[in-house]
């Protein structure tokens, strides 16, 4: 029994080690690579729990621990994967959050009863917005043809989960998503600084590069999808919702950047790997893409990863119906 015990003490001593080791790893990988998301890291855990305002004090709740998003604290290669869906999921509370720390700063506008969003985009940019009643994305799920019903509208648009964000706080909902696949795609660009000088010793950590950017990027038209289908869906069944929306600055200042900005990291993205290529081709390592049942798979070394372009391409032709190219064009005006 005294074995067993000290044992367990052992390897309680080397989990609590490696918990340490891999939330300190984590933070100085956001700070060499990718200084905005440290920053945003660094304003959530700032923000208060217990917020004084005008006629109320709300309890926000505890901070959230990042680590409970990273389920590999032993194997750095692990940790550096889980990183973008990290910060996904640390914005979205620093939305709620940081509007609250806004209106501490700003009580004078707080109103009894409203709803608040920041959406960060970097440490120079956040805009601050009241939220629109509206109803949630599962009422879309019914105009959404059969053919774009893949993974994200089965988990975002058409499930009964009340709890997520498209459901639970409609519109807005939507965005906070997009803008979350934003920073997780960006994320997942960024750290191509990492793979540059790891590629040094084993090339081969560039699959797990290309891997991180092809699960988020293609969020990029999904989400833009979705958001303008609802709007399209508002203006016939909902007018009035649809009418405050294409006329809430904020809003439309919001979708507008995450638009600009997402799109520009895609495009960064494209131009960016083809030197990839040449770098690993000069390696003698063998990569290639190949078409496989209209999925385009691109193979290291043997090694294949989806780069997820059927879904990107059905649903940017999606993008070019008329209606919801008229409603992009409302809001970005």
């Known amino acids: 029994m005294r074995i ?63 680590m409970i998003y990273l389920t590999d604290t032993t194997h ?17 509370d620093y939305s709620r959050r940081g509007a609250y720390r806004y209106l501490e700063r700003n009580p004078k506008i707080f109103q009894a009863g409203k709803e608040y969003l920041l959406f960060y985009f970097d440490n120079t940019k956040e805009i601050f917005t009241e939220m629109i009643p509206s109803f949630p994305a599962q009422e879309i799920a019914k105009v959404i043809p059969t053919h774009l019903q893949k993974e994200r509208y089965k988990t975002f648009i058409a499930t009964n989960n009340l709890a997520m964000l498209p459901q639970k706080i409609g519109f807005f909902g939507l965005l906070d998503e997009w803008n979350a696949f934003y920073h997780q795609t960006w994320l997942a660009f960024e750290s191509k600084e990492f793979y540059e000088r790891e590629s040094y010793q084993d090339a081969n950590h560039w699959e797990g590069y290309f891997s991180n950017y092809y699960d988020s990027y293609h969020a990029y038209v999904e989400f833009k999808y979705y958001i303008l289908k609802y709007l399209q869906y508002a203006k016939h069944k909902y007018p009035k919702i649809y009418e405050k929306i294409v006329l809430h600055s904020e809003a439309k200042a919001i979708y507008k950047e995450i638009d600009e900005r997402f799109r520009k990291v895609l495009e960064e993205f494209n131009q960016y790997k083809p030197l990839v290529f040449k770098f690993l081709e000069k390696k003698g390592i063998p990569i290639a893409q190949e078409v496989h049942h209209e999925h385009t798979i691109l193979f290291i070394r043997g090694v294949g990863i989806d780069t997820q372009d059927r879904i990107f391409k059905l649903y940017e032709k999606a993008l070019e119906d008329e209606e919801l190219k008229t409603i992009d064009f409302q809001l970005k005006n």
């Open 76 to 92: 750095r290669d692990v940790i550096i994967h889980e990183i973008p869906l990290m910060i996904h999921e640390m914005y979205h």
């Open 4 to 66: 067993l015990l000290l044992l367990l003490g052992h390897f309680s001593f080397l989990f609590v080690n490696a918990q340490t080791s891999a939330r300190k790893y984590a933070i100085q990988f956001l700070r060499v690579y990718s200084r905005e998301h440290a920053h945003l890291l660094e304003k959530y855990y700032q923000t208060n729990s217990i917020v004084h305002l005008p006629s109320a004090t709300i309890n926000i709740g505890r901070h959230l621990d990042f």
